[in-house]
Every structure is written in structure tokens, then in C-alpha cells.
């Protein structure tokens, strides 16, 4: 064999070992601002290919996946514009079911942010101008160093009202870092290096050091001074990650959890109802007396199948406290409060709880009836009660036209008729076949 074969079969080994190198690595996948389509043959690649990407599961014939599209293919030129870009794809769940099932998508659109390759549910805002300012958060820096009070300004106006913003006033960045790295996903960070006695009337301090929290959306504020050893600062913006009275929800019960704090639980019929507003303001008060201990609350028109855990039969409104466990403690005398005067009895309530009258209950699941009520319909039960009536009044002037002289059924096989009667009515009513998607 001569030298240059050798040398051309070398060159076409490397050639193939680089080949499959790449092919390994994966595909190489364009920012460009458009929304990649993603299948069984690209998903891996394309998630460890970027740090941030948002993979919306979708399904061509839902209804709510095709307006989310649009928003979508607004929001994705921006965020491929960002300094560490935020790239949007889409899966079709409905064809691609291994993919569906690997990220247990059941509903649609199901939207997941994949950070570093680590998947979260996606459950903010789903328009694009208002989505683009809800992502920016992660692909931000830690901490941001703001040089002048326009700066700050800005920084404030454009975290928006999403998530807590934390502003270090005269502090070094490095001290607040590791927060800023730690709950990156819950709140921003920033520290300001020059700043006007403008700036601190705005922000209601009066000296520096002091680390400033503003939680927009619920309008609150608050302020630390020292001292600023780990230990204390990060029981202030633990504190300060959630508001003084929280609502229940799905995002807002991982932080509950993820707290470690026992939760002061407000049950009422109605969030929206004045005497429940009127009720989370002086959950506010007490929260502001009561750092050790989260205030939250729930209603069962907006939350039920969370409420009635807590056993909503007896009065409403009415407050336990739980630690997030399957156990909860009712205090003596307060298993609910009434309208009036409230204020004493929250403040009550909590004594009795630090003084330990209080009665260990289990956390329980849905009641028969409530259950029986949410799964049929009232109507369904006066028609199929009427369809049985009917039939059975059919049978009787059928039975005696046909043979008039044909003996009357006793008693059990009249009972016997209309079980049978019953049971061909809910055998049509319930046909596997005629279930909604």
C-alpha cells in the first residue's frame, strides 16, 4: 500500500470520527428569533444546546394552543435579542407522545422553562409583551449595580410587578450575591452605588446601609438595617419573598412550602367579597407582628378542592394552622370567627396556638356529597328519573294492550322490571364510547 492511500484512508477515518463527534454533540441550532419545532429527534440537543429555553407542548386541535402561537412568535425575535438569549420552541404533545408523557403533560397548552437544562412549569403571563418581561428575570444577572438614581428607576419599572425586588442601598454587591444566586428564580437583586436623599424619600429609609424590599403587585414595603451577617439577611428576604397575607395558588404554595415557616391559614367563602378584603387586611396586621409565622388565605368559590381539606363544613371564615404536612391544628375556641371584632380574634387566636390549646387534625380529602355534587350535574338526575318514569308507564299500557287478560306482576318482579328498566337507561347513559376530551 502506498504512502498515499495510507495517508487518504487516515484523512477519511478523522473525517468520520468528527463526523460522528458532531453528530453526537448534537444539532447546532440557529438564534434567530424564530420558534424552533422541536420532535423525538431534536428535543435532548436543543435542550442542552441553550441555558434558557421555554418549550410550549401543544396540541393542533386545542383551542387555547392557537392563540398562544401568536403571542409566541411576537415574544421570540425579543428574547433572542437578550444578552443571554431565551430561545422559544414547541413541541406537538398530541404526535410526540413520549415526550408528552416523559414531562407529564396532561393538559394543553402545557409551557415548560428548561434553565441549565432543569425543567419548571411555566404559569405566568401569556401574552408576549407581558411574557418577554416575565423571562428577562432569568436570564438577568445575579445582582445588578445601579449607579444613579435614573437607574434605579429603570431597574424598578422594568422588573414589573412579577416578582420581589430587593435593593441594596450603600451595601457591597458581594454581600447579597449568594441570595441574588440562591433565589434567583423568585426575586430580583440589585445593590445602588449613588443615590439622591430623593431616591431615599421614595423609598421611606433614612439611613445606610439598608437593604429595601418592594413587592409591587402587593404594594408593600419594607426595610432592613442590620445586622447584616447571613444568618439575619436571609431571614429578611425570606420573609419578604412572599406578602404579608398571601393568596393561595399553585405557585404561591411551593414558596409557602419551600419557606419553612408555619402557615396561619384564613378559610372564607368568597376572596372577592368586601367582609374577605376587609378580612386580609388585618391578616396584613398581624403578619407585620408576626414575622416567625406565614398569613395566608383561601376561598372555596376560587379554591375548593384545596379548602375543604381543612374541613369547611363547620362556619367560615375560619383560620387553622398548618406546617404543609397532612396534619393541621384547630385552637380551642376559635374553630371559626365571626364578624365582628376579628381583629381580637386573630390576636386571640395566635395566643391560644403559642400556648399550645390547640387539637391535631388530619388533613382530609373530598366529602362523598361535595364530591357527588361536583361530578353530576342536578339535571342529569330528574331526566334520567323521568326517562324511568316514562318507561315504565310504556311497559304497563303495552303489557295490557297486548293481553288483557295477562296476569299482574307481583311485587318483586315489578321490582325486578324496573332495576332492568334502570340499569338499559344508565347502560345508554354511560357508553365508554361517548366520553368528552
Known amino acids: 500500500?502506498?504512502?498515499?492511500?495510507?495517508?487518504?484512508?487516515?484523512?477519511?477515518?478523522?473525517?468520520?470520527?468528527?463526523?460522528?463527534?458532531?453528530?453526537?454533540?448534537?444539532?447546532?441550532?440557529?438564534?434567530?428569533?424564530?420558534?424552533?419545532?422541536?420532535?423525538?429527534?431534536?428535543f435532548d440537543s436543543a435542550i442542552s444546546s441553550f441555558d434558557h429555553i421555554l418549550v410550549d407542548f401543544y396540541a393542533p386541535w386545542c383551542g387555547h394552543c392557537k392563540r398562544l402561537s401568536p403571542e409566541l412568535d411576537a415574544a421570540a425575535p425579543v428574547l433572542a435579542t437578550l444578552k443571554d438569549p431565551i430561545v422559544i420552541a414547541k413541541v406537538d404533545a398530541d404526535k410526540h407522545t413520549s415526550l408528552a408523557k416523559k414531562y407529564d403533560v396532561d393538559a394543553y397548552p402545557t409551557i415548560m422553562l428548561f434553565n441549565h437544562g432543569i425543567p419548571t412549569e411555566y404559569r405566568g403571563p401569556r401574552k408576549a409583551e407581558l411574557l418577554v418581561r416575565y423571562l428577562k428575570k432569568f436570564a438577568a444577572s445575579d445582582?445588578?449595580?445601579?449607579?444613579?438614581?435614573?437607574?434605579?428607576?429603570?431597574?424598578?419599572?422594568?422588573?414589573?410587578?412579577?416578582?420581589?425586588?430587593?435593593?441594596?442601598?450603600?451595601?457591597?454587591?458581594?454581600?447579597?450575591?449568594?441570595?441574588?444566586?440562591?433565589?434567583?428564580?423568585?426575586?430580583?437583586?440589585?445593590?445602588?452605588?449613588?443615590?439622591?436623599?430623593?431616591?431615599?424619600?421614595?423609598?421611606?429609609?433614612?439611613?445606610?446601609?439598608?437593604?429595601?424590599?418592594?413587592?409591587?403587585?402587593?404594594?408593600?414595603?419594607?426595610?432592613?438595617?442590620?445586622?447584616f451577617?447571613?444568618?439575619?439577611?436571609?431571614?429578611?428576604?425570606?420573609?419578604?419573598?412572599?406578602?404579608?397575607?398571601?393568596?393561595?395558588?399553585?405557585?404561591?404554595?411551593?414558596?409557602?412550602?419551600?419557606?419553612?415557616?408555619?402557615?396561619?391559614?384564613?378559610?372564607?367563602?368568597?376572596?372577592?367579597?368586601?367582609r374577605s378584603k376587609e378580612l386580609v387586611k388585618l391578616l396584613k396586621a398581624a403578619a407585620s407582628a408576626n414575622r416567625d409565622l406565614i398569613f395566608s388565605y383561601v376561598g372555596v368559590r376560587q379554591l375548593e378542592e384545596f379548602a375543604e381539606k381543612f374541613d369547611i363544613d363547620t362556619k367560615l371564615p375560619k383560620l387553622v394552622v398548618w406546617d404543609k404536612s397532612d396534619e393541621y391544628l384547630s385552637v380551642v375556641g376559635f374553630e371559626s370567627i365571626e364578624e365582628e371584632d376579628q381583629a381580637t380574634q386573630i390576636s386571640k387566636f395566635i395566643e391560644g396556638y403559642r400556648e399550645g390549646k390547640t387539637i391535631t387534625k388530619q388533613i382530609s380529602g373530598p366529602s362523598f356529597m361535595r364530591a357527588l355534587h361536583r361530578s353530576f350535574d342536578v339535571r342529569l338526575v330528574y331526566i334520567l328519573v323521568g326517562i324511568v318514569a316514562v318507561i315504565m308507564i310504556l311497559q304497563t299500557f303495552l303489557v295490557k294492550g297486548s293481553d288483557e287478560y295477562q296476569r299482574v306482576p307481583n311485587q318483586v318482579q315489578a321490582t325486578t322490571q324496573a332495576s332492568s328498566s334502570v340499569s338499559e337507561v344508565e347502560k345508554k347513559e354511560y357508553t365508554a364510547g361517548d366520553k368528552e376530551d
Open 1 to 42: 500500500m502506498t504512502t498515499t492511500m495510507r495517508m487518504k484512508r487516515i484523512l477519511v477515518a478523522i473525517s468520520c470520527v468528527l463526523i460522528w463527534i458532531q453528530f453526537c454533540r448534537g444539532q447546532q441550532f440557529a438564534v434567530d428569533g424564530t420558534v424552533l419545532v422541536l420532535d423525538d429527534s431534536n
Open 143 to 227: 445582582v445588578a449595580v445601579l449607579d444613579s438614581d435614573s437607574a434605579v428607576r429603570s431597574f424598578v419599572e422594568e422588573a414589573g410587578e412579577f416578582f420581589p425586588i430587593f435593593i441594596g442601598f450603600g451595601l457591597d454587591s458581594s454581600m447579597i450575591e449568594k441570595f441574588g444566586i440562591k433565589y434567583k428564580k423568585n426575586a430580583w437583586f440589585s445593590v445602588a452605588k449613588d443615590f439622591s436623599e430623593d431616591l431615599m424619600v421614595l423609598y421611606d429609609f433614612d439611613k445606610v446601609p439598608a437593604l429595601v424590599s418592594l413587592n409591587p403587585k402587593y404594594n408593600e414595603r419594607s426595610t432592613f438595617y442590620g445586622p
Open 229 to 274: 451577617e447571613d444568618g439575619f439577611l436571609e431571614d429578611f428576604v425570606k420573609q419578604n419573598l412572599i406578602p404579608l397575607a398571601v393568596p393561595v395558588s399553585h405557585d404561591t404554595l411551593k414558596l409557602m412550602k419551600a419557606d419553612g415557616r408555619k402557615t396561619v391559614l384564613a378559610i372564607v367563602e368568597d376572596e372577592d367579597e368586601e
